[in-house]
């Protein structure tokens, strides 16, 4: 006999409660297992496919892991520490950046000169403000995010954890769906295969979009000639799949940098504008169309919110998360309207129209 539905929800909803205390409580201990297992949901693709070339699981799991080190190796050799190099000196620069802004604001706005004037006043709470916040915000950011133990763990976690449950990712699979009850196991599936599909498009998608777009903003800006030039199109880059923020962050930074640099040089400037013009062109117009598609089903704003609230709760745990919890409730909500559209609440009673009369009699006034 089958559990009323208001005892099946009870249950659900104390999962997901079990499940969002966990993350609020243990989110640092599961980052790595999260991104591992991250990793290992991304590659299983490209296992099943060796595992159809004729490769055994075991065989297609090591010659991933073999190749991927090599190309971490080969990263770690040629790119980062160049960018290391770059983020060093942007740092090292920040102060002289900073006296040149205040001479430029000065010769702009001299008014800046009377220590009465409003928008002097304002500069000056602004900056007491970031200086009283800047030294606990550089320590928590180097006693939590560059903490030499934890840096160590993440990078010897990480692969391990990617290649035990890519090794069986199948059979974690077959038991999930061995667990499914039976009354809702199709429906589950169903759903689960749309969220699936939704999430690999739109995942995978969006990092080849992230890795274009940086490649190509990283590139064009040193050969304008502009210092930072790689740490720019890496930031923009990065955050490319956060809706509109990569272009605008990655820009403004750009700009600002190259109003420094080229002062005077209009055509410099305009190079580098022009950069992230033709950037955002081919991301909204070639890239997302191309590679992410329009039957993802994550709108922006959603994206954005989800990004958001997760974020707010949980940190850097929660927006990882945040992309599979925005798929799932996507597919979950057009589920729900869908059950809407077929029920005696949306269609009102068969055979009637709203005044009791039948459909199929002329009602003429």
């Known amino acids: ?105 000065i010769e702009k706005f001299p008014e800046l000169t009377d220590s009465t004037s409003t928008i002097r006043t304002t500069l000056a709470e602004i900056g007491a403000a970031i200086q009283a916040e800047g030294a606990a915000l550089a320590q928590g950011v180097l006693t939590s995010a560059l903490s030499l133990l934890s840096a160590v763990v993440f990078i010897v976690v990480v692969p391990v954890v990617t290649f035990y449950m890519l090794l069986d990712w199948d059979h974690m699979v077959a038991r999930i769906d061995a667990m499914l009850p039976r009354d809702h196991a199709p429906v589950v599936r169903r759903l689960g295969g749309e969220i699936n599909d939704a ?7 969006q990092l080849t979009v992230c890795l274009a777009l940086g490649t190509f903003y990283a590139t064009s800006l040193m050969l304008v000639g502009l210092q930072f030039g790689l740490v720019v199109g890496a930031i923009a880059g990065a955050i490319t799949f956060i809706p509109y923020v990569g272009a605008l962050v990655g820009g403004v930074l750009a700009i600002g940098l190259a109003l420094f640099q080229f002062w005077g040089d209009w055509v410099s400037i305009g190079l580098v504008a022009g950069i992230f013009a033709i950037g955002q062109f081919l991301e909204g117009n070639v890239l997302t169309p191309k590679l992410v598609g329009k039957s993802v089903g994550l709108h922006p704003v959603w994206l954005m919110f989800a990004l958001s609230v997760f974020g707010s709760l949980f940190g850097f745990v929660g927006m990882l998360v945040a992309v599979p919890v925005a798929a799932a409730m996507g597919v979950l909500i057009r589920f729900a309207i869908s059950q809407y559209h077929v029920s ?16 199929d009699e002329d009602n003429d006034a």
């Not at 949901?41 to 090599?70: E, H, K, M, N």
């Not at 999430?199 to 998608?205: D, E, T």
């Not at 005696?344 to 459909?359: N, R």
């Open 1 to 105: 006999m089958a559990l009323p539905v208001r005892e099946q929800v009870k249950y659900w909803c104390i999962a997901l409660l079990v499940l969002f205390t966990l993350l609020l409580l243990l989110g640092s201990v599961m980052l790595p297992f999260l991104v591992g297992g991250a990793m290992a949901y991304f590659l299983d693709p490209v296992a099943d496919r060796l595992q159809r070339l004729g490769l055994s699981r075991v065989a297609a799991t090591t010659v991933i892991t073999l190749v991927g080190l090599l190309l971490m190796v080969l990263l770690v050799l040629s790119v980062i520490p160049t960018l290391i190099q770059q983020t060093s000196a942007l740092i090292n620069a920040a102060p002289e950046i900073a006296r040149r802004l205040q001479g430029f604001m």
């Open 199 to 205: 999430l690999s498009a739109f995942v995978r998608g």
């Open 344 to 359: 005696p609440l949306y269609q009102g009673v068969t055979g009637q129209d709203a005044m009791g009369l039948p459909l």
